[in-house]
């Protein structure tokens, strides 16, 4: 019975992995590979690969992915389960002390602090996933991807000004990647 | 900001957690773009002040940062029963999507396409993080509120020069925002004085 192990440790893996995102990555290292040797650290490629080619949050398709690995679809159903559970009975918990104390006004004063630097964090990451993303690219050696600009250029437009769906910006960009990269590469 | 409640439904909150889940690319704080279109934007559910707040306290508690967001909405919209909803319509698109790649992985690998498509969403989701980020920052300096501007020009500045993970910068805001209140309660109190 691999279930009880693959339950205990995704728990910890949940309650180890903080800010979400690639911060997984090591725990799995450690107790998917090193200690249980579930995976190879060479399949730890095809996690990212995988994790970042569906949609959701990367960590809990990392979850998902090494259950599936381990113990087919009830091992990912598992894995999922146990990564979701110790994260989910805390935020409960702070979401019941939010819920009942947000109306204070020492509260809000605070918050209104945070969220000043929650504003610069995002900014930030956007800077990142831009220059990942846009500069980051190019066609051929030397050439900057012009379709990832123009792709940046249209979306921000279309979201900033228009108001369009970001799903539709989402589903468009897909499609045009599909369709007009292999022409100009 | 009033809020508008009428098509809240558990079924509906369902769905658009689904939705906001199955079409989030790149993963981290890219879904609080989305989060921030559906949730406040088209819905007006949530306002734009809960949702960072909310945001914030999802970076700072363990586990996937969207899932612990929309486990806030929920609990926030429909107590218990809408934590769990938006827990599980989080969580189920990417179980679903993954056990169907998993099968097709090597075709899906290999395949250009999937690639060309992935690079062309990387940078819709850059573009739209940019959006909202940008909005938000917007609302910041209509407040007109110096020292929060202040705050914010600092917190930018820290980012942009040393990258700290975003925890050291929450516990820092926290710090920053309890010693404002208690400056905030003292001037009060010097000012009743008088």
Redesign the interface.
């Known amino acids: 019975m691999i279930y009880p192990d693959l339950l205990v440790t995704f728990m910890l893996i949940g309650v180890m992995t903080f800010g979400g995102g690639y911060s997984i990555l090591p725990l799995v290292e450690e107790l998917a590979i090193d200690q249980h040797q579930w995976l190879t650290t060479s399949e730890l490629a095809d996690i990212i690969s995988i994790s970042e080619m569906s949609p959701g949050p990367f960590s809990l398709n990392c979850s998902t992915f090494v259950g599936m690995k381990v113990a087919g679809f009830p091992g990912a159903a598992v894995a999922t389960f146990g990564f979701l559970l110790l994260p989910f009975l805390i935020v409960l918990v702070l979401a019941y002390f939010y819920n009942k104390y947000r109306g204070l006004s020492y509260v809000k004063t605070v918050f209104s602090v945070l969220n000043s630097c929650i504003i610069a964090v995002l900014l930030h990451t956007a800077i990142k996933l831009f220059s990942s993303s846009v500069p980051g690219l190019s066609l051929s050696a030397g050439k900057p991807d012009f379709l990832a600009w123009g792709i940046f250029a249209a979306s921000f437009l279309a979201m900033f000004k228009w108001k369009v769906n970001p799903l539709f910006i989402i589903f468009a960009a897909a499609v045009l990647g599909m369709i007009l990269y292999p022409v100009i590469i | 900001m009033k809020y508008d409640l009428k098509k809240l439904t558990p079924l509906n909150l369902f769905l658009q957690c689904f939705?906001v889940?199955?079409?989030?690319?790149?993963?981290?704080?890219?879904?609080?773009?989305?989060q921030q279109?559906?949730f406040v934007?088209?819905l007006g559910w949530v306002d734009s002040?809960?949702m960072?707040?909310?945001?914030?306290?999802?970076?700072?508690?363990?586990?996937?940062?969207?899932?612990?967001t929309s486990?806030?909405i929920g609990?926030?919209l429909l107590g218990?029963k809408g934590?769990l909803l938006c827990?599980l319509a989080?969580?189920l698109?990417?179980?679903v999507?993954?056990?169907i790649?998993?099968f097709f992985?090597e075709k899906?690998?290999n395949n250009?396409?999937?690639a060309?498509?992935?690079?062309?969403?990387?940078?819709?989701?850059?573009?739209?993080?940019?959006?909202?980020?940008?909005?938000?920052?917007i609302d910041?300096l209509k407040k007109k509120?110096l020292f929060?501007?202040a705050?914010?020009a600092c917190?930018?500045a820290?980012?942009?020069i040393f990258?700290p993970?975003?925890?050291l910068?929450?516990a820092?805001?926290?710090i920053?925002?309890?010693l404002?209140?208690v400056f905030?309660i003292y001037r009060q109190k010097r000012g009743e004085k008088k």
């Open positions: 939705t889940s199955m079409f989030s690319f790149g993963g981290g704080s890219t879904i609080i773009s989305l279109e559906t934007k088209k002040d809960e960072l707040e909310q945001f914030t306290i999802a970076q700072s508690t363990p586990g996937a940062t969207s899932v612990n486990i806030l609990y926030r218990l934590a827990a989080t969580a698109p990417p179980l999507v993954i056990i790649i998993t992985y899906l690998n250009e396409r999937t060309y498509a992935l690079r062309a969403v990387r940078a819709a989701a850059a573009a739209m993080m940019a959006s909202v980020s940008i909005s938000l920052l910041l509120d929060l501007i705050v914010w917190a930018m820290v980012m942009l990258d993970n975003t925890i910068v929450i820092a805001g926290l920053v925002g309890i404002y209140l905030l």
